[in-house]
């Protein structure tokens, strides 16, 4: 959180901002490792699945839009550029929130090219490692889908008799396990794109368009449910009441993840006679 409205653009200082990026990071890499790497296991940075994923993905995510924002022109300086972007990209895929690309002292987020909105929208979609503090699917998810993808296609190239085992993080799942846990990841994104896209269809349907853009809508609900709390300036008090609701249960939904919001409705629905 911040002490002031516009968050740490209010400082609008370099050193601020650079000296809040490891913060962050550290926010982004789950408490177990924290843990081992206090103890002096250091190797953990770089052993660790999520971890080398949180920080491949700050940095390839940063270095994407930081090509986003110089060559498309919102930032004449590739200083400013790496400064606004690279702040932006961390603070989104961490969840924490602070946000420097404001109207008050440089070019608002929601003024951003589509594709730099976006950018930013898949990170907070994503978040970082799971067991930390942030929201979002989750890394181990979005690593257990790919790795799980891959297998299942590779099937294809192996005989049946073959016998093969899905290794994610160190862990040699065998057939049933790698099932259990490619459908538990796979229902998750489901479910989270899903949502997400209710929300979208009711914000377009409740705010002038003629106001906002489409990547506005995508990037504001992917802040909502990702519990970030960047905007591309829809989200204030001249919202429309039916936007708020739909937020509130993003945010909900978001916080708690998904399963239990399910299992929890599933149960009133029972008891109400609605489910059976």
């Known amino acids: 959180f911040s002490i002031t409205d516009n968050s740490i653009a209010t400082y609008d200082s370099v050193a601020i901002d650079f000296a809040l990026l490891p913060i962050m990071t550290l926010g ?28 491949g993905g700050f940095t390839l995510g940063s270095a994407f839009l930081w090509a986003l924002v110089y060559f498309g022109g919102t930032y004449g300086s590739a200083f400013t550029a790496l ?15 602070f ?13 951003w090219t589509a594709a730099a909105q976006l950018t930013v929208a898949g990170g907070m979609v994503v978040g970082a490692a799971a067991g930390s503090t942030v929201g979002g699917i989750k890394l181990i998810r ?9 297998h ?18 160190g862990r040699r799942l065998d057939e049933r396990e790698a099932r259990r846990e490619f459908e538990e990841a796979g229902i998750i994104a489901v479910l989270w794109v899903g949502f997400l896209t209710i929300a979208m269809f009711v914000l377009l349907l409740v705010l002038p368009m003629s106001e906002y853009t489409l990547e506005n809508v995508v990037f504001e609900v992917a802040s909502a449910q990702g519990n ?12 429309p009441d039916i936007g708020k609701v739909m937020f509130l249960f993003n945010m909900w939904i978001g916080r708690l993840e998904i399963i239990p919001v399910l299992v929890l409705l599933r149960a009133i629905f029972k008891r109400g006679g609605i489910y059976q």
């Not at 299942?152 to 993080?169: H, K, N």
């Open 152 to 169: 299942r296609v590779s099937d294809v190239f192996y005989p049946t008799s073959a016998v093969r085992r899905l290794e994610i993080d």
């Open 83 to 97: 400064r606004y972007g690279l702040f932006q990209f961390v603070s989104a895929m961490s969840c924490t929130g």
């Open 228 to 239: 970030v709390g960047l905007s591309a300036g829809i989200t204030g008090p001249s919202m």
């Open 142 to 150: 979005l690593a257990t889908l790919i790795k799980g993808i891959q």
């Open 99 to 111: 946000q420097t690309a404001v109207s008050s002292t440089n070019v608002a987020l929601g003024n």
């Open 28 to 55: 982004s890499i789950a408490f177990p490792v924290h843990f081992l790497i206090l103890r002096g296991d250091l190797k953990n940075v770089y052993t660790d699945l999520q971890t080398r994923w949180v920080l």
